[in-house]
């Protein structure tokens, strides 16, 4: 490509899915469709119905925002006073800050300092009488290692958690994500895989966690079809005071891009793989894709992991210095992630103006969590090429950077 276009090089959502969008709203205003849905029915449905189908589970509960879904869950699992529930530090806030609003306590460990997924060894570390659940957050798009999380969480008889928001599609070991824990959650927002402007959905194959979570948000004629249990469903008028439901605007949207993310995800990989080409012998860069075909990972992100000791000592910041001098068009940049570790709620207890007791939370600080501090101290981000140059894109980075880095030496032909 003799000519960069100008930033962003990435576009998501893509053109071509808005039109679709746009496409199928002014359909459903044409129709006269309900611009409030109270009882889950319509184009709610439909998109719970697909989300059902796909990951092949009894349940799922369409609201109106990713943060919402995990304080569903929360709320359907049983969340008291008191109960500890670990996640990564390398983490949204929202998978575990709705905590606020249930009593529980979140417990944070460190990460593989490889991906970005939860350190299973810590995760051991970190168990104690009162932990209720694990929340494991596929960052990234890459999957965590479920296999290895479950046989804990079996093991000692913690429910199991997904935040699957990075992770629509994603697949390890042959089998999707959102489907090796008790529920799993996913953010609609408009920038993940599967966007709804706004919105979230939770999925499961218990159905007391469902009714719960459906008390929780979806009051009224929902909850009245929907809740079964007796001592539940007494509360179907009022639900338990919160109103989570989706636009079915949003519910229009979603539906759309569940109907063909497959298709632009397979164009995202082959993107990615085809820029991994160019880099993948170069030894202090690791960028992580597919090692086997029962895997796949969805790149919510595009992120390389460089290795300061493999390049001589050369911190992260001189080298990208170096290697963006030459050519200020490429959007090749520290990755920008802060860990909830250093985040002020979780460095500080002494929040007056929270109506909770954040003193039975845990503080943290800086230096807790070396391997993970390491881990984004030295993480590269590049676009995904969403973009309808993308092809192009792709080759563009990995040539320049193999060229900056000494081509002939580190890349085979």
Same mark, same amino acid.
């Given at each position: 490509?003799?000519?960069?276009?100008?930033?962003?090089?990435?576009?998501?959502?893509?053109?071509?899915?808005?039109?679709?969008?746009?496409?199928?709203?002014?359909?459903?205003?044409?129709?006269?469709?309900?611009?409030?849905?109270?009882?889950?029915?319509?184009?709610?449905?439909?998109?719970?119905?697909?989300?059902?189908?796909?990951?092949?589970?009894?349940?799922?509960?369409?609201?109106?925002?990713?943060?919402?879904?995990?304080?569903?869950?929360?709320?359907?699992?049983?969340?008291?006073?008191?109960?500890?529930?670990?996640?990564?530090?390398?983490?949204?806030?929202?998978?575990?800050?709705?905590?606020?609003?249930?009593?529980?306590?979140?417990?944070?460990?460190?990460?593989?300092?490889?991906?970005?997924?939860?350190?299973?060894?810590?995760?051991?570390?970190?168990?104690?009488?009162?932990?209720?659940?694990?929340?494991?957050?596929?960052?990234?798009?890459?999957?965590?290692?479920?296999?290895?999380?479950?046989?804990?969480?079996?093991?000692?008889?913690?429910?199991?958690?997904?935040?699957?928001?990075?992770?629509?599609?994603?697949?390890?070991?042959?089998?999707?994500?959102?489907?090796?824990?008790?529920?799993?959650?996913?953010?609609?927002?408009?920038?993940?895989?599967?966007?709804?402007?706004?919105?979230?959905?939770?999925?499961?194959?218990?159905?007391?966690?469902?009714?719960?979570?459906?008390?929780?948000?979806?009051?009224?004629?929902?909850?009245?079809?929907?809740?079964?249990?007796?001592?539940?469903?007494?509360?179907?008028?009022?639900?338990?005071?919160?109103?989570?439901?989706?636009?079915?605007?949003?519910?229009?949207?979603?539906?759309?891009?569940?109907?063909?993310?497959?298709?632009?995800?397979?164009?995202?990989?082959?993107? #990615?793989? %085809? +820029?991994? *080409?160019?880099?993948? =012998?170069?030894?202090?860069?690791?960028?992580?894709?597919?090692? &086997?075909?029962?895997?796949?990972?969805?790149?919510?992100?595009?992120?390389?992991?460089?290795?300061?000791?493999?390049?001589?000592?050369?911190?992260?910041?001189?080298?990208?210095?170096?290697?963006?001098?030459?050519?200020?068009?490429?959007?090749?940049?520290?990755?920008?992630?802060?860990?909830?570790?250093? #985040?002020? %709620? +979780?460095? *500080?207890?002494?929040? =007056?103006?929270?109506?909770?007791?954040?003193?039975?939370?845990? &503080?943290?600080?800086?230096?807790?969590?070396?391997?993970?501090?390491?881990?984004?101290?030295?993480?590269?981000?590049?676009?995904?090429?969403?973009?309808?140059?993308?092809?192009?894109?792709?080759?563009?980075?990995?040539?320049?950077?193999?060229?900056?880095?000494?081509?002939?030496?580190?890349?085979?032909?």
């Amino acid at each position: 490509m003799n000519l960069i276009p100008k930033q962003p090089h990435d576009i998501w959502p893509p053109k071509e899915m808005l039109h679709l969008m746009k496409e199928e709203m002014i359909h459903y205003f044409d129709q006269h469709l309900p611009i409030s849905i109270r009882d889950g029915s319509g184009v709610i449905a439909e998109l719970e119905q697909l989300f059902k189908e796909y990951y092949n589970v009894d349940f799922a509960l369409a609201v109106n925002s990713g943060t919402s879904a995990v304080h569903s869950m929360f709320t359907g699992i049983g969340i008291k006073p008191g109960d500890e529930v670990i996640t990564q530090t390398t983490n949204f806030h929202a998978s575990v800050t709705p905590l606020l609003h249930c009593g529980g306590i979140p417990v944070l460990c460190d990460t593989d300092g490889k991906t970005g997924n939860i350190c299973v060894d810590d995760l051991m570390r970190k168990l104690t009488p009162k932990t209720k659940a694990v929340v494991v957050t596929h960052m990234w798009g890459y999957p965590a290692e479920m296999d290895k999380v479950k046989e804990i969480t079996d093991k000692y008889g913690m429910i199991l958690i997904e935040d699957c928001s990075h992770a629509h599609g994603t697949i390890y070991k042959g089998k999707k994500v959102g489907t090796w824990g008790d529920v799993a959650v996913f953010s609609l927002q408009g920038s993940k895989l599967v966007p709804a402007g706004e919105g979230g959905v939770l999925i499961t194959n218990h159905r007391d966690i469902y009714e719960k979570a459906v008390l929780l948000g979806q009051f009224g004629e929902r909850a009245y079809k929907q809740v079964q249990h007796v001592q539940e469903k007494i509360f179907w008028e009022t639900g338990y005071g919160l109103k989570y439901r989706m636009h079915p605007l949003a519910a229009v949207c979603a539906i759309t891009a569940f109907k063909s993310f497959e298709s632009f995800l397979e164009t995202r990989q082959r993107r #990615i793989k %085809l +820029f991994h *080409s160019y880099i993948k =012998d170069i030894p202090f860069l690791h960028h992580k894709i597919e090692e &086997t075909e029962n895997e796949r990972y969805s790149y919510f992100m595009n992120r390389i992991l460089y290795d300061p000791a493999a390049n001589n000592g050369q911190p992260l910041k001189e080298f990208l210095n170096s290697l963006i001098s030459h050519d200020k068009q490429l959007d090749i940049r520290k990755a920008s992630i802060k860990p909830l570790h250093v #985040i002020d %709620l +979780f460095t *500080s207890n002494n929040q =007056d103006f929270f109506q909770d007791d954040l003193t039975r939370w845990r &503080t943290y600080s800086k230096g807790d969590f070396p391997i993970t501090e390491t881990y984004i101290d030295n993480l590269i981000g590049v676009p995904c090429f969403d973009h309808p140059d993308g092809d192009e894109l792709a080759r563009a980075y990995g040539q320049y950077i193999a060229e900056a880095v000494g081509r002939e030496k580190y890349v085979r032909y």
